[in-house]
């Protein structure tokens, strides 16, 4: 009848209704809904004599509350219904005799009551006629012999009893909830942990929302599974049936839908996720559009035909969890309701994978176990897991982790944490009860042990309707106020989300029905099926590890200084380690002062190779990534990475309407335009689109943008550190480096050409350093935020807020790669660029952070190609150690080694490249000769000075410039060494004043030969000090001749250069002297005035300086003043 009555037309809708409400209301309350609520109703329409439940607190009595047994909605557990209000029960029990039921009782005020089995109480008493709804015999009502089910929607007393026989149902296995409906049971056994069938499913889907509202968590037919304590263990059974009685509205679930729908305008990689740019290391194929229009589809043909329809909630959002998962974005993410966020499906042990070979095959050990019943599997090698190899399992959860596009980097993470704990708030519940270990111990032989599922949730739950509550949307779930847009939203929180336990929470509480589990799960012998796995791991278990580090070399780590947000070691000799686990610092001032003389620090002790630490740093302020590479490198251009947006409509209207509204993240002053270097003054920056093909579809971006962090500059001085140059700096990550800490790392590999090392991963699979560069992370309730503050809220292309607690996060913009020419128009996120080496952890250095940094720093001096090489310098020269690539084998790694002989390159000006040279590498730069230069730097041979003379006797060997020093021999001067000229000394005025007519030549003038012996010129070919051109005088003939100038000119140098020696020791000999006495005065007991020094008086009105001999000079205004001599204690200060 009510499929017909659902195709009858709306005119006869109304009288079938009445009809049906007069005729059938005792049995088949559910078509009142089809009525419409009268004028007062406060509550939604179909919620009015629906046959739903007793609706309390909505203005108007609900028909409903009639019904006896009807469940009361809007009431908290001990309140009935009364004249359309909550009312507190009027028949409270002690605990020890039953609890209250949240159910309609008589109009008496009292409520239901659920009594403890095995417990009697006055209170605790059913009542003796059975209800209107009993429609089997009367007598058959609490009778104390079966249980009696299928009597209609009533349920009889015996059912309370735990060994009543159940009759009346067609399955054997069949339970009878208080409902009185026979349900199938999944198992017919009692749960002793649980205290409760386990038998209930979905067949009926109210059964356990219904059944378990209480709270109460008693009785052989009902267990609450939602009464949770905080940071306790539970089977996993537990949370799985807790989220099996959660509904959600149609209505919202679409609605949730259309919100991610239009939030596709402003999520940047939409179009790029339908067809990756690189298939082969980002496989990627993930339209987002069709698939939340298939979800769509899927929850309306699932929804329960009423009219309220409502479908399951886990399924619902789980589906949404795992489509955003695919994206392998980890800035990009549907978190569920809070209710799911808080809580966790946890094995009891942690793993960590290692090899005993530089290249495989990897290890499998119990790194930790969260219960101290358990810690005898810590250190044992895993043979396998649910009979299958370790290394296949963590590489198939690796699939499934979705936070790096690299599977190497995801690899990882499953090994850490990923498979053994599992995020409600992202990942799907498990279906497993338990796991099957095989293990190894130290005798090399296999036990096998089964651990539970567990379960856990950060916070208290007393019931199925507090984690309803945790999942209704609530005014915290709102963005904050912000007075200041953050350049680049801190992905961090978002990671959270999806990593695992925080070890901070200290020791967690086990469950007393899961600690009896765990103290069962005892070893035994291993199952034949997995004989093969354990005949492997038998063969290697005696291989020699690789705990000693690479050539015996062992580093030695000391800190210089250490934070909470940043570290600074020296490791070895000539290594510093910077260890930066995020670029979201809790103390920015701290980090940078850190940084700042760490690096100082370093330059003091000749510490010339920088090795930088980047494992788990998820990012923070890109501004901090860009002053740091900018304090490392300098002015390394391009300083900043070329961001845009997705400029679809909306983002137009929103850049638009933030043109007057300062501050905002979409305000057009925000940007930079890198064209001219300031912030854009207008919204054309998204309104004058560019269009690019991604994804075999055309999309409109936003111009060319970059962040602000002028400001960030100036914070830091200027770099006085080592000037590291790239092949001495080694960023070391195992993949997890994303957001800012990828734009950081990419930027020295493709702009600075930093080399890369890569631990951990797949054996094998290339792996790139970084993950998720993204550009800028944002989320929903942000952006929701800036539309209301910018006024276009009501936009019709504008999202709505989910109608839950479910969060939405996204990259809002995305940066392109540094090698912009190379990858045009590509996002670095999709850029592979493997690392420069792979390193495998040893079974020392997966637990061993120095083990760890000792096998890096060996990586300084391999290379992966004849292109790398190391700088060098040689005897007045400079060269390269070139990768050793065609004259050596690799070595372990696969890797080569930088040649040990220094190849000039360049030589010095003033020497040359002699190949025969073997000296310490196969040719040396050797000085030129006297007699030849060289200016440049270059290898080749030195060349001739300029007029060279025959009596010209060169000075030096390497001379860098063709004006070579040079001496004359004895009797030749000049710049072209001519003969020294004679001069007639004993000729008259006359015959001099003649003479002189031709000393201009010099040819004239000859001295004798005692003269000529010391007139030797010297100098150097093009400003030599000629003596020709300093004899050049007038004709009078009271000037002296050329030789006597000569012996002149030196006499006066000599006693010039005596008067300064003695000068210069007698003021040496009067300093020692005043030190002698000051400190005779110091030290000796000197009681009278000091010896002398000078000081300022320190009285208030000193104008005047005086010294300690008893001079007193006067102030301005003449006045004497006395001195008073400083105390003893004062005088080495004033010093």
Not at 201 to 214: F, I
Not at 646 to 666: G, T
């Amino acid at each position: 009848m009510f499929s017909i009555g659902r195709r009858l037309n709306a005119s006869s809708s109304l009288l079938l209704c009445a009809l049906v409400a007069l005729c059938f209301a005792p049995h088949f309350t559910v078509v009142h809904a089809a009525c419409s609520a009268p004028a007062g109703w406060l509550c939604a329409s179909s919620n009015y004599n629906s046959g739903d439940g007793c609706h309390c607190n909505c203005g108007l009595y609900d028909p409903d509350c009639d019904v006896r047994d009807q469940q009361i909605l809007g009431c908290d557990i001990g309140f009935t219904c009364l004249n359309a209000s909550c009312t507190p029960c009027s028949n409270p029990i002690a605990a020890e005799d039953g609890e209250l039921l949240h159910l309609i009782g008589e109009h008496s005020g009292e409520c239901a009551v659920r009594c403890v089995p095995s417990l009697t109480g006055s209170a605790c008493q059913f009542p003796s006629r059975p209800p209107a709804q009993w429609s089997c015999a009367s007598e058959r009502y609490h009778d104390g012999t079966y249980c009696d089910c299928g009597c209609g929607p009533a349920v009889d007393p015996d059912c309370w009893e735990s060994d009543r026989e159940i009759v009346g149902c067609p399955n054997a296995a069949d339970v009878c909830p208080y409902q009185g409906v026979c349900t199938e049971a999944l198992n017919a056994q009692l749960d002793p942990a649980l205290g409760s069938l386990t038998a209930f499913t979905s067949a009926d889907p109210m059964l356990l929302r219904t059944e378990c509202a209480n709270g109460a968590g008693e009785g052989p037919f009902c267990q609450d599974y939602c009464h949770l304590e905080p940071c306790t263990f539970y089977p996993a059974e537990k949370l799985r049936r807790c989220y099996a009685s959660l509904r959600i509205d149609l209505a919202d679930a679409l609605h949730t839908i259309d919100t991610l729908e239009r939030m596709l305008d402003v999520y940047v990689f939409t179009d790029i996720s339908l067809d990756s740019p690189d298939p082969v290391h980002y496989p990627l194929q993930v339209n987002l559009r069709a698939e939340l229009a298939r979800l769509r589809r899927s929850s309306i043909e699932s929804a329960t035909p009423a009219d309220s329809p409502r479908l399951d909630a886990v399924p619902f959002h789980e589906s949404l969890a795992e489509l955003y998962t695919q994206l392998n974005d980890a800035h990009t993410a549907y978190l569920k309701p809070r209710a799911f966020g808080s809580s966790y499906f946890v094995q009891p042990l942690l793993f960590e994978a290692f090899s005993n070979l530089p290249q495989g095959p990897l290890h499998f050990t119990v790194s930790s176990s969260l219960v101290p019943e358990l810690d005898y599997l810590v250190g044992l090698d895993v043979v396998s897991i649910d009979e299958v190899a370790p290394f296949e399992v963590f590489l198939s959860r690796a699939d499934e982790v979705g936070v790096s596009r690299d599977r190497g980097t995801r690899f990882n993470m499953a090994v850490d944490y990923a498979w053994a704990q599992r995020s409600q708030s992202v990942f799907s519940q498990v279906d497993q009860d338990s796991v099957t270990y095989v293990f190894l111990d130290e005798d090399c032989t296999p036990m096998q042990v089964t651990l539970p599922w567990m379960s856990m949730t950060h916070h208290a739950f007393a019931s199925q309707s507090r984690i309803v509550a945790a999942s209704e949307p609530s005014a915290s779930n709102a963005a904050p106020v912000r007075n200041q847009p953050q350049p680049s939203v801190d992905a961090t929180p978002l990671l959270e989300e999806r990593a695992g336990l925080d070890p901070s929470l200290g020791p967690l509480n086990v469950h007393s029905s899961l600690r009896v589990e765990l103290a069962h799960a005892t070893p035994r012998s291993a199952s034949t099926t997995v004989s093969s796995l354990v005949r492997d791991a038998q063969n290697t278990c005696e291989e020699e590890s690789m705990d000693a580090l690479p050539n015996g070399f062992s580093q030695s780590i000391e800190p210089i200084v250490v934070t909470p947000d940043v570290g600074v070691y020296q490791l070895g000799e000539k290594t510093v380690l910077l260890k930066i686990p995020s670029f979201s610092p809790r103390d920015y001032t701290g980090f940078r002062t850190a940084v700042v003389f760490g690096l100082l620090k370093a330059q003091d002790l000749e510490l010339t190779q920088l090795l930088l630490d980047l494992r788990d740093n998820g990012g923070g302020s890109i501004c901090l990534s860009y002053t740091l590479l900018h304090y490392l490198f300098g002015d390394t251009l391009p300083i900043y990475g070329a961001y845009d947006f997705q400029a679809s409509d909306l983002m137009k209207h929103l850049a638009i309407a933030a043109e007057n509204v300062p501050q905002n993240l979409f305000s057009p002053e925000y940007w930079i335009d890198p064209r001219t270097n300031k912030p854009y003054t207008s919204s054309s920056y998204m309104t004058d689109s560019i269009v690019r093909v991604r994804g075999g579809m055309l999309g409109s971006y936003s111009q060319i943008v970059h962040d602000d962090c002028r400001y960030n500059f100036e914070q830091w001085s200027k770099p006085h550190h080592y000037d590291y140059q790239p092949e001495s700096v080694l960023a070391l990550t195992h993949g997890y480096c994303g957001s800012s800490c990828s734009v950081f790392l990419k930027h020295l590999e493709q702009v600075s050409r930093v080399r890369t090392l890569v631990v951990g991963g797949i054996p094998g699979e290339q792996q790139s350093a970084t993950s998720f560069a993204g550009g800028q992370s944002y989320n929903l309730d942000a952006f929701l935020s800036d539309l209301d503050e910018v006024g276009i809220s009501s936009d019709p292309l504008a999202p709505r807020p989910f109608p839950s607690s479910s969060r939405f996060a996204y990259t809002l913009r995305e940066i392109y790669s540094f090698d912009y020419d190379v990858h045009f128009g590509i996002p670095v996120e999709f850029v592979f660029t493997p690392s420069h080496f792979r390193m495998l952890y040893t079974r020392s250095s997966v637990s061993n952070d120095t083990a760890l940094y000792s096998e890096a720093v060996s990586f300084f001096d391999r290379c992966t190609v004849d292109s790398e090489a190391l700088p060098c310098t040689g005897y007045f020269g400079s060269g390269i150690r070139p990768c050793a690539i065609h004259t050596t084998e690799p070595d372990a790694y696969g890797y080569y080694h930088f040649s040990s002989e220094c190849v000039i390159q360049h030589c010095l000006p003033g020497f040359y490249f002699d190949p025969q040279s073997q000296q310490i590498a196969t040719g040396d730069c050797l000085p030129c000769p006297r007699g030849t230069y060289k200016e440049d730097i270059s290898l080749g041979p030195c060349l001739p000075c300029e007029y060279p003379s025959a009596h010209a006797i060169f000075l030096s060997e390497g001379v860098s410039t063709s004006a070579c020093p040079f001496i004359c021999e004895t009797g030749f001067f000049g710049e072209d060494c001519d003969p020294l000229p004679t001069c007639d000394t004993d000729s008259d005025s006359d015959s001099d004043s003649d003479s002189g007519k031709d000393s201009d030549s010099g040819k004239d003038c000859h001295c004798d030969s005692s003269s000529s012996s010391e007139a030797s010129s010297s100098g150097t070919h093009g400003g030599s000090e000629s003596a020709a051109e300093s004899s050049h005088h007038s004709s009078d003939s009271s000037e002296p001749d050329e030789c006597s100038l000569r012996w002149y000119q030196s006499g006066i140098w000599m006693l010039t250069t005596v008067v300064f020696l003695v000068a210069g020791v007698c003021v040496f000999a009067y300093m020692m002297i005043r030190r002698r006495r000051n400190n005779y005065g110091r030290y000796g007991g000197v009681t009278g005035p000091q010896d002398s020094f000078f000081t300022l008086d320190e009285s208030p009105d000193a104008d005047h300086y005086v010294d300690n001999d008893d001079d007193v000079y006067d102030d301005e205004e003449g006045g004497e003043k006395e001195h008073s001599m400083p105390r003893p204690g004062e005088m080495e200060l004033q010093e």
